[in-house]
């Protein structure tokens, strides 16, 4: 019996047994921006690699890198077989407001065909697809390559730690191939091979006049007030067309070939799809691309945040007022001349007796991945086989911060195969992960794992 069916036997009769682990895996509130959850982050890291280690990857260890811990584990089977690396992240957003949850975002529930909890899409669920693909080879028999697992607690903060790890060569990593799965499909039955990831610059803008808070009324009219001009300034960040209001901001974006978007038009997420996923109705900017273009292939810039990070009351002018901004790039653009564009934009607008501040946070490039190849002809087949139908190619407009650096350093082919779907939630309340996509991902890894030994890969990096 070909070993891949054997594999997939053992997954379909332990499926009660794996969604209680990924429940379990979801308990850990394992937010890496927030300094007092390191403690869960080690827990959650030592989890896996208790987990790892029973399933019989050997080598099994956590690294320190230099914040949370890297979660590796290999089984090498033969020097002839290629070598697969796994990436995932066991880091995860913040949960944001309790009150906006239907269900404790720290313990998976059930409901329906559905599992909540914060992570359980990003990307928990769709990594421990892969490692129960894992499990199931090797409880019924052996893989079919040599695999490596890297478990990243900082993919949500950029993967700093990693990074710097892989641009000095200090983390042992050797494959002919890497999968990751932390992207979307349009539908349970549309899966998508993603080849196309925006960049990610993230600043953080203070403006400041008061030495301190002030009264309202006794000030109110004659002192400067940071949170007013900073709404203001906020405001002149785009243009009325609903464009970027950053000189050079497009100077360097290229336009989408019509064949492409003809492609797009056909196969991506239809414009109704997206609004249904966002749960509100679009904005009116760019009339001129569809919304799948807007957030996929065009830049964009957000304000994901604004706080006086003070004890200001309701009839208090704040001292500070700060705001945080999220600028996703496109091919081609540079992180370092847009950040330089928005200090000269805010520099301009600066009143007198308030000061600005422009302070960078991460800042993660943009990817543009191969669509032909052994590797993706793997990946498609896998999806046929799990699925039960052909994946389309779609660009994404998330931002996955390792993605570059592998590129540079191991320049091997990357395959984005994703299990999650544009209503799962990612980063926002009631995040949930489609139980039926979790199986079918198991299914598609194990094929993955099979058809990559024929795919001409052979043991050059075993």
Request: proline share 7%; net charge positive.
């Amino acid at each position: 019996m070909d070993p891949a069916i054997r594999a997939i036997a053992y997954a379909r009769k332990h499926r009660a047994r794996f969604v209680d682990e990924l429940a379990e895996l979801i308990a850990f509130p394992s937010v890496s921006s927030d300094a007092r959850r390191a403690g869960d982050l080690r827990s959650c890291a030592a989890w896996l690699a208790d987990h790892l280690a029973r399933l019989g990857l050997t080598d099994v260890n956590l690294w320190p890198a230099s914040g949370h811990p890297l979660v590796w584990g290999r089984r090498h089977v033969s020097a002839g077989a290629p070598t697969l690396l796994v990436y995932g992240h066991y880091d995860v957003q913040p949960e944001g407001a309790r009150a906006a949850w239907q269900t404790p975002p720290f313990r998976g529930t059930v409901r329906g065909s559905n599992l909540y909890g914060r992570g359980a899409s990003d990307d928990k669920g769709q990594a421990f697809a892969h490692i129960k693909a894992l499990e199931s080879y090797l409880a019924t028999g052996e893989l079919p390559i040599n695999v490596s697992v890297l478990l990243d607690g900082e993919e949500e903060i950029g993967s700093p730690g990693l990074v710097r790890a892989l641009m000095r060569g200090d983390f042992p990593i050797r494959a002919d191939a890497i999968v990751i799965s932390d992207t979307r499909i349009p539908a349970p039955d549309r899966p998508a091979l993603t080849y196309s990831l925006r960049g990610n610059l993230q600043l953080e803008l203070e403006i400041s006049g008061p030495a301190r808070d002030l009264h309202s009324g006794y000030f109110g009219g004659s002192a400067p007030n940071p949170l007013e001009y900073l709404g203001g300034l906020i405001a002149r960040l785009h243009a009325p067309d609903g464009r970027v209001a950053l000189d050079g901001f497009y100077d360097r974006v290229r336009g989408i070939p019509s064949q492409e978007r003809a492609y797009m038009a056909a196969r991506g997420p239809s414009d109704a799809a997206i609004v249904r996923a966002q749960g509100s109705p679009p904005a009116h900017r760019n009339r001129d691309y569809s919304l799948y273009e807007r957030t996929t292939a065009l830049p964009s810039l957000t304000v994901t945040r604004i706080t006086t990070e003070g004890n200001a009351g309701r009839a208090t002018i704040p001292s500070r007022a700060v705001a945080w901004i999220d600028i996703r790039l496109v091919p081609e653009q540079d992180a370092k001349a847009i950040a330089q564009s928005f200090r000269d934009r805010v520099a301009a607008l600066q009143p007198d007796g308030l000061r600005a501040a422009v302070r960078p946070l991460s800042a993660t490039p943009w990817v543009a991945l191969d669509r032909r190849g052994p590797i993706q002809a793997a990946a498609a087949a896998a999806y046929r086989r799990g699925f039960g139908s052909t994946p389309v190619f779609l660009r994404s407009g998330g931002s996955i911060g390792v993605v570059a650096a592998f590129q540079r350093t191991l320049r091997v082919p990357i395959v984005l195969m994703g299990f999650g779907l544009p209503g799962d939630g990612a980063h926002g309340p009631n995040e949930k992960f489609h139980l039926p996509n979790f199986f079918r991902g198991i299914e598609t890894s194990i094929w993955f794992m099979r058809d990559l030994r024929r795919a001409g890969l052979a043991g050059k990096r075993a």
